[in-house]
């Protein structure tokens, strides 16, 4: 049986992922994850509907040490091995948040609590990958990763100057540099870790601003829907011509080349570096292929 887990999949592009997912691998037991019971109960009862095993692991991605608990049940569960992880949670505030360990909120929901769980969860999926049919990483990014021009790692954690929008942008550039340096570190191994852009979307991601809400309902007819939103996850997660593919950046389903520093390896070294102090992983504690700088 394939084993997915989609964060964020109690809403929006991740819930669409999981029915995709679903709906082309009837043989996949689908995980989601959120905050919300209601809201998890209903996605699991939708991905059923398609025809997979659900079920749902409740975690606050504010918090580290929730992310830790959430990567200790999923790794108990997921003895044998882990397929599929889709790192597709995230969010935008429009004014500063402070997460429980103190970070700058979207900075710590969207790039720290990803690296820490993929990181965590290494053992299995290296556990599920073979040769002919290698396991996956996925993260979602967005287009907005191109808005900054570099990244001042030394602002990340706690920024001098708080703007939703570009605080988000900065996030996003975090998540192509990690999926790439991911995808560097494993090298031969058969897990591939590629990022994507899943198009402007009709979701709640705006939810925390009035003004960009009413900009989305106003904009909905030009923007995807969700599940037109889903369809580069799923291919990434999915597709078998993908196989192999990794280090990559895509949207509407194509490959094509990131920003410039979301290229530039030495930052995406650094930043690699600086998560891990961040999240208090220590390097030799880490799968052995991730080891190497
Ligand atoms: N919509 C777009 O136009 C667009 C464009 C580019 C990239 N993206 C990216 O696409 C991904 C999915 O976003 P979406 O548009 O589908 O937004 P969404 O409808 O708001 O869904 C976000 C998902 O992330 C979960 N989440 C948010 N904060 C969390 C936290 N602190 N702890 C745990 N889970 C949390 C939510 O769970 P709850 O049920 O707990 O809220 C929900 O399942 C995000 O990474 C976003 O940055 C979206």
Redesign the pocket.
Known sequence: MTKVLI?????????ETARGVARRLPDAEIWV????EA??DEAVRVIRAEGAEARWFR????SLADVRRLADEVSAEARGGLDVLIN?????HQNRRTSTDGFEDTFA??HL?PFLLTLRLMPRLLEAGRPERRARVVT?????HERPKGLDLADLADPARYEGLPV?GRT?LCNVLFANELARRLGGEPVTSNSL?????????T?DSFLLSLGIRIAAPF?KT?AE?AATSIRLATDPRLEGVTGGYFSDEAQLPPSDPARDQELARKLWEWSLEWVGLDPTSLASPLRNA
């Open positions: 964060t964020g999949g109690s809403s929006g592009i991740g819930l994850t959120g905050r919300n809201r998890l975690v606050d991605f504010s597709n949670a995230g969010l935008w929901v969207n609590a979602v990014s967005s287009r907005l988000y996003k852009h899943p198009g402007s979307v009709r979701t709640e991601v939810r923007l969700a939103g």
